[in-house]
């Protein structure tokens, strides 16, 4: 059974730093691809970043880019987002997300390709 836990979220100041983690269990961690999405009541669930299973790249959606960092320990099972920058505009719950069905940028940054996720970290960021 595959289980995905995000920690990490909390409340800063516009401005300020927030580190997510991520841990996946049930499944061989650096065989899959992994996500971090987020969302805010009422609104559709968007793409943040996303890592291939050995790590060598990268993706970030536009809102995100030079801000947050994506990495993953795959000897640890665990993926990490650093968020610098913050705005209130990132207020939202962040969720993890792991998959073994992308092949490319577009389907890497794809939720639809994303079967297991975890339940979310809420992060708000006050101005």
């Known amino acids: 059974q595959v289980q995905v836990v995000e920690s990490g979220g909390g409340s800063v100041q516009a401005g300020g730093s927030l580190r997510l983690s991520c841990t996946a269990s049930?499944?061989?961690?650096?065989?899959?691809?992994m996500g971090w999405f987020r969302q805010v009541p009422g609104k559709e669930r968007e793409g943040v970043a996303c890592i291939t299973p050995s790590g060598n790249r990268t993706y970030y959606f536009d809102s995100v880019k030079g801000r947050f960092t994506i990495s993953r320990d795959n000897a640890k099972n665990t993926l990490f987002l650093q968020m610098n920058g913050l705005k209130p505009e990132d207020t939202a719950m962040y969720y993890c997300?792991?998959?073994?069905?992308?092949?490319?940028?577009?389907?890497?940054?794809?939720?639809?390709?994303?079967?297991?996720w975890g339940q979310g970290t809420q992060v708000t960021v006050s101005s």
């Open positions: 049930g499944l061989t961690f650096d065989d899959y691809a």
């Open positions: 997300a792991a998959t073994r069905g992308a092949s490319d940028e577009s389907s890497y940054l794809a939720l639809a390709s994303y079967p297991y």
